[in-house]
């Protein structure tokens, strides 16, 4: 039973470091429909220029500072070069773009800030810590108050801002936003922003445990079907479904995987993700798509 | 057609200086060797790729710059990016195995597991040897199944019984090993599973407990295996990895409080690039190479005189001079040296083409004295090829991380070849079979 528990335990503090790459996908899919392909490639540029500015021996906050401007000044500069000369374009065509996109910036990251390995030492020791006999890992603890600390600023963003409002009513109706006045070149370059901030905060955890290289945006990979499962639409669905995949994926590797030859964990969380999308297209908690017909 | 007499003379000139270019292009060409460089500098392996291919260079412009080239023939080099992809990698080998400008391909090195399984059979009919240092498929060291493919130095499963030798050297010999818990924790591929069945064999001879673990790609996420190596307390574990999963192994192994120094990590998981990111969790790591970190060896002094101090070295950071991925170059780089100076002493001081190469290699004996005048020894093993055995070596060095250097810890640690023989012939021979191959007769060529 212990080694269930901590199996469980282990599983959703996982997850959660899968969320917070599921929040920036969730971000922009909210507010432009759109399935950012770029991402991936955004969490890598984000924490290859922290290391490189460490590496010029600007301190922790200096650093950190610095890249959330430089994330912030890519946003302007993605809307003003991609996304506003594709507006009232198909989504499909907003998608390929983010595909574009994403090589540019993975290229750029790499011709501007090399591509060997750094190491990156958040200070937050990856060490046991012991609750009576069950395991747990004092950096998934670390990784899952972030994500709770991101999700309640996006929630008080969302809805206690007039920012936020605006937010959702392009992500509700864009032309009746943009007919009360929203900005809507304003709102991207926001949500891009935080998009980018997210993907500095994911980058930074998961660089502190693989190092910071170009896998850093292969971790994207795993949160696909935490977006299935949760709904690409929901923050709390971002969440819930990490937590999801985050638990069955290392409950199955333990108990199924010896019987199958074991490794399955990248592809049972997308088993899972298909199992969902029979039971709730939208995901638990995405908005279902009605429309007349 | 009437031309002026102007024109006609144009002509004639410009038809004479194109034959003129022509002639003497083919006459450079002729004392060129051509050394493909199917490399992967961009793409989810570029950390590991980059010093690779600027040992392998340095190495290359030395031999030309300062030795004159091989017996005087001048190497020539190109690069193809494969981004580590069988299918750019079968697009480099077509590109190449022409030759570059007259100058033709005696030896080529896919560079990557993928590649160089899908050019098996296409290189075996081209007639050009693939030299697969450290990769490949094992069984190509029977060379009368597989004439055209060399896992020099080091197979999969060479390194298998090594790890197995190595941890019996520090349990107090072979028959220690009765009832000890070694566990691979191995990357979920065809170059992960590679060692099973020799560790099998070895685990049914020696009396260990053979437990597999294995890690899907990328395994960036190895929570779920490594509090399976809890549960079980394993000795040993042979970490088996590649790209992000080592460090992510390494950092999850000490989550979950296994002694690192208890962690032996495979070629593949033995670079500097596998334990920089890992901090604190990876000092004392230990890990299993042919071609050991550090740059005090011979050749360093001389490449660093007349390749890195005159400002020609490929090598962007130079910090990486030495690093086992450089001085992987350098081996690999040497061994291709070496297999066209072999095959020269046959067909004479000029280019050779591949049917060539493959004699040289087949006839290749780097010996200690030979280490010693090329400036390799201590960072290369005595190797010696023949038809049968496309291998050679079959040992490793251990080394162990410190922090910040790789130190070593070990001298070669020699593989149970002989054990390991009749799986390589049982596996060479199934493949002749399936694939309607009548193999060789070795007696007559070594």
Redesign the interface.
Known sequence: MTFFLETLIGGLLAGTMYSLVALGFVLIYKASGVFNFAQGAMLLFAALTFVSLQEQGLPFALALILTVVVMALGAILIERTVLRPLVNRSQITLFMATLGLSFVIEGLAQGLMGAQVRALDLGIEDVPLFWGDVMVSQFDLVAAATAALVVTVLALLFNRTRIGVSLRAVADDTRAALSIGINLNRIWQIVWAVAGILGLVAGLLWGARQGVQFSLSLVVLKALPVLIIGGFTSIGGAIVGGLIVGAAENLAEVYIGPYIGGGITPWFAYVLAIVFLYIRPAGLFGEPAIERV | MHLPLKHKLATVLLVLSTANAVSNTALAATNEQFFPLANY????Y??SG?PVWAGMIDYLRYINEVEGGINGVKLVWQECETEWTAEKGIECYERFKNGLNGAPVAVYQPNGAPAAYALADKAAADKIPLITLGYGRTEATDGSVFPYNFPVMLTFYSEASAVINYIAQREGGLDRLKGKKIATVYH?SAYGRETQSPLALLAEKYGFENI???????G??Q???W??V??LKPDWVFLRTW??ST??AI?TA????FPVERIIGDIWASSD?DV????E?GKGYLALTPYPGGSEFEIHKRIKQHILDQGKSDL??PK?FGSVYYNSGLVNAAIAVEAIRAGQQKFGHRPLNGEEGRWGLEHLNIDEARLKAIGFYGLMQPLKLSCSDHEGGGAAKVQQWDGSRWTLITDWVQADRETLRPLIEAKSNAYAKEKGITPRSCASED
Do not use: M
């Not at chain 2, 500098?41 to 989810?44: E, L, M, T």
């Not at chain 2, 920089?276 to 901090?279: I, R, V, Y």
């Open positions: 500098r961009v793409g989810a570029a950390s980059i979920d597999q673990i294995p890690v899907a790609d990328p960036n996420e929570s779920a295996q509090r399976q809890r549960q790209g992000v460090p992510v950092k000490a989550r979950f409080g690039e920089l990111p890992t901090g969790a962007k950071d990486s």
